[in-house]
Every structure is written in structure tokens, then in C-alpha cells.
């Protein structure tokens, strides 16, 4: 994870919502250099922090980690996942047997 990148994100959110970083620390019940230390990417926030984080910013996770992911990755995956939407339960299990079996013959196993 890209810790420079996660700070800026939720400094920037911060900022947006017109919050100091005292503020939001006291939100979250941590000292405000921890959070200066988290926007300016030093250090990363635990899970539990980071759904503070999240709560005290109303929003989502995935907003504030958006900028970690390859956006062609996501919207390939999310033209896929749509495609998959609209098959039926029959076609769900015969594509899935098939991914099965793509994967086993991937990694150099026997397919049946």
C-alpha cells in the first residue's frame, strides 16, 4: 500500500469536510500527530484507526483507497462482474466449472 498516496487521500477528504487534523483526531481518539503522521504518509493506520478514519469522514473506504488500484484493473473487473450479473444460475455453474478448470491447467495441475 502506498502510504504517501492513502495520507494525501485522507488529508485531502479531511480538508473537504472542514476538519482540522486535531479535530479528526480527537474523533478518533488518537493523538493529532499520529494523524499528521498518517496524511503525511510516515505511517499507515491500523484497521481499526482507518474505520475511525473512515466514520469521522463520512466515507467510504473504497474512497479514500481508490487511488491505490490500477483503474483499468477495476473497470475490467467491473465489466466483467456485470456480464456474470446477468447469466443464470445454470450459466454461473457451467462458467465457473470452466474457471476451475482454467486455473488448474494455469498452475500445470490435471484437468479432468
Not at 496524511?39 to 474505520?51: A, D, K
Amino acid at each position: 500500500m502506498e502510504r504517501r498516496l492513502l495520507g494525501k487521500r485522507i488529508n485531502q477528504i479531511r480538508k473537504e469536510r472542514g476538519l482540522t487534523s486535531e479535530a479528526l483526531s480527537e474523533i478518533c481518539d488518537v493523538n493529532a500527530g499520529h494523524i499528521r503522521q498518517i496524511e503525511s504518509g510516515i505511517r499507515l493506520p491500523s484497521l481499526p484507526l482507518f474505520v475511525k478514519i473512515c466514520r469521522a469522514l463520512k466515507t467510504a473506504p473504497n474512497e479514500i483507497l481508490k487511488d491505490q488500484f490500477d483503474p483499468e484493473i477495476i473497470e475490467s473487473e467491473s465489466k466483467l462482474l456485470l456480464k456474470v450479473e446477468n447469466l443464470t444460475p445454470k450459466q454461473k455453474r457451467i462458467l465457473s466449472d470452466l474457471l476451475d478448470t482454467f486455473n488448474k491447467s494455469m498452475k500445470g495441475e490435471s484437468v479432468e
